[in-house]
């Protein structure tokens, strides 16, 4: 099962520290590629993720990625999806994926503690019937699973979840518009959703010091 997964830099390594037996080992033992009913379950219990995309430059990249648990769906053995929400308009990881296909994806609870990753092949979707599973999305990103594996938990912190954040996208609760973008300044370039809700009672603007001291603070608001 996936021969080719090691390569040499990492048997210069392993064969350095007498580990090869292991890793082949753990390639037989804990890798998958299908989703079984326990990864499921976890992976779906999830209110975020870290995903790992190659940019223009073919530098690798990581961004966060965040929503109520259940947003992360798995709709069959080997296919995950997860929405685009607004974010900073850079639009880094969906242009990242978009050209370059292979993506990775880190599954970690911080409560249990435990972990889970992925690789896989991502397609941006605008599937109406996807798209109507999530409010506010603008994409869906389906992933077809290549390897899965578990990983060992003894180095991950736990900890205890104390909120979920405001600016998840919620049925029948407006969306606040997100704390950076009431930086003076940045009003000129939202753009019409972002605006409508600026227009429509949002908080007036605030310094950059204002925010950041927001943000260092823990404030939710920030």
């Known amino acids: 099962m996936m021969d080719n997964f090691y390569g040499e830099q990492n048997r210069s390594f392993q064969d350095k520290f007498g580990t090869r037996k292991m890793a ?6 804990i890798f998958n590629n299908e989703f079984d009913e326990d990864n499921k379950t976890f992976i779906e219990s999830l209110n975020s993720f870290f995903l790992t995309t190659i940019d223009h430059q073919g530098r690798p990249t990581v961004s966060h990625k965040g929503g109520d648990a259940g947003y992360i769906k798995i709709i069959d053995k080997n296919t995950l999806i997860f929405p685009s929400y607004n974010g900073n308009g850079m639009y880094l990881s969906m242009g990242n994926l978009n050209a370059q296909a292979q993506i990775g994806l880190l599954f970690i609870s911080f409560e249990t503690p435990r972990r ?5 092949v991502a397609k941006i979707s605008k599937d109406p019937a996807l798209l109507a599973l999530y ?3 603008d994409m869906i990103v389906s992933v077809k699973l290549t390897e899965l594996w578990i990983n060992c938990p ?5 900890y205890e979840r104390v909120r979920e954040s405001r600016y998840t996208p919620r049925a029948d609760i407006e969306t606040p518009l997100a704390g950076w973008k009431q930086i003076d300044g940045v009003e000129a370039a939202l753009g019409d959703g972002d605006l409508a809700k600026k227009k429509n009672g949002e908080l007036c603007s605030i310094t950059v010091d204002e925010w950041m001291g927001k943000v260092r603070a823990g404030d939710p608001t920030a």
């Open 135 to 137: 409010k506010e999305a």
């Open 116 to 120: 889970v990753r992925m690789q896989g």
């Open 24 to 29: 082949d080992l753990l390639k037989e033992v």
């Open 154 to 158: 003894r180095y991950v912190p736990k």
